[in-house]
Every structure is written in structure tokens, then in C-alpha cells.
């Protein structure tokens, strides 16, 4: 039995619980991209930030759904991707049941920290906006045999949502 046999796609399971429970079980998850032209890249996640409905005045969400964040009020297990400064794609992972939006925004992978690195590295653009990770032949999560640790941290950029909202301790880091 060789170590690829031993990983397991995650399924939507994972993904339909509360954000501050999938967020850190994310870190040392792989993300599994194939290109068009058959290359696969496998990457492990080594930092996320959770984003946490309407209340979280960080998410998205909390200025209701919109065109931008319907995707977000699905039920967990759907690609969240838009654009920043016109120039960076962020990659997110839907959590939660439907109607209740919340994201993990995918931080670092491996050696690439940034978010925008990381949605470069996976070559991930707006294509990628509402697709499922059960469904998709280009992107989804393995599980890793070993559990990660992980530390935690204020999420980053954020300053706009105010004290309380920015010093949320909802970025999980590997270590």
C-alpha cells in the first residue's frame, strides 16, 4: 500500500460545520490541483483565516448577500474566489450549512505565504468562482495521515471591522 492510497477526498461532511471547526482542521490538508494538461500539483495548507457570517463585520457577508458572496450561502464544500486590488485572486473554501455564509481564506501553502501566491502558484482565477471541490476535476482537499499543529493569530488586512472584529483570534498557522 503506497501513501497515495492511504489519502481520502474530502468530502462535504468536513465542510458543513461552523468555520471555527473546519478553519484549523484545514491546516496540513492538501489541496490537489490538475492543470489542463494533466499536471498535478499537491500542495498542504499550512495557514487559513476564518470569516464568519453575517455578524463578522471581516466577512463579506456582513453587508448581506449580494451578487459577491451568494456563493457563500451555500451549503460548505464551494469555491469562493474574487479579485483584490484588481490583481490578486483569493481562494476561499465555503463552510457551514446553507444560509448561514462562512469562508476560510487559504493564506499559505507549503513555502508560499500570501494569498495571492497561493492562488497564483495554483493558477486559480475567477473560473473557479462557485465551483465544488466533490465535483471538480481540477481542484479538491485530500486528507494528510499526520494531524497538524497549529498556532493562532489575528486575522491580517482587516483593520476596516473595527477592534473586536480584528483581533478575532481566527488565523491558524502550522507548526
Known amino acids: 500500500?503506497?501513501?497515495?492510497?492511504?489519502?481520502?477526498?474530502?468530502?462535504?461532511?468536513?465542510?458543513t460545520r461552523d468555520v471555527?471547526?473546519?478553519?484549523?482542521?484545514?491546516?496540513?490538508?492538501?489541496?490537489?490541483?490538475?492543470?489542463?494538461?494533466?499536471?498535478?500539483?499537491?500542495v498542504v495548507i499550512s495557514e487559513v483565516e476564518a470569516y464568519r457570517g453575517e455578524d463578522d463585520l471581516a466577512c463579506h457577508a456582513s453587508k448581506g448577500r449580494t451578487?459577491?458572496?451568494?456563493?457563500?450561502?451555500?451549503?460548505?464544500?464551494?469555491?469562493?474566489?474574487?479579485?483584490?486590488?484588481?490583481?490578486?485572486?483569493?481562494?476561499?473554501?465555503?463552510?457551514?450549512?446553507?444560509n448561514n455564509p462562512q469562508a476560510v481564506l487559504i493564506r499559505g501553502v507549503d513555502n508560499v505565504l500570501g494569498p495571492g501566491r497561493v492562488a497564483k502558484l495554483l493558477e486559480i482565477d475567477k473560473s473557479f468562482h462557485r465551483s465544488?471541490?466533490?465535483?471538480?476535476?481540477?481542484i479538491w482537499l485530500e486528507d494528510n495521515v499526520?494531524?497538524?499543529?497549529?498556532?493562532?493569530?489575528?486575522?491580517?488586512?482587516?483593520?476596516?471591522?473595527?477592534?473586536?472584529?480584528?483581533?478575532r483570534p481566527w488565523r491558524f498557522i502550522k507548526i
Open 1 to 15: 500500500m503506497t501513501l497515495d492510497t492511504l489519502k481520502t477526498k474530502l468530502q462535504q461532511d468536513f465542510f
Open 20 to 42: 471555527l471547526d473546519v478553519a484549523p482542521d484545514l491546516v496540513g490538508k492538501t489541496i490537489v490541483r490538475k492543470f489542463a494538461n494533466g499536471q498535478v500539483k499537491r
Open 67 to 98: 451578487t459577491r458572496t451568494d456563493i457563500m450561502y451555500h451549503e460548505g464544500g464551494h469555491i469562493y474566489v474574487y479579485l483584490i486590488y484588481g490583481m490578486h485572486y483569493m481562494l476561499n473554501f465555503v463552510t457551514s450549512i446553507e
Open 132 to 138: 465544488s471541490l466533490f465535483t471538480s476535476d481540477s
Open 146 to 167: 499526520d494531524v497538524s499543529s497549529y498556532r493562532t493569530d489575528v486575522r491580517v488586512g482587516i483593520d476596516y471591522a473595527g477592534d473586536y472584529w480584528k483581533n
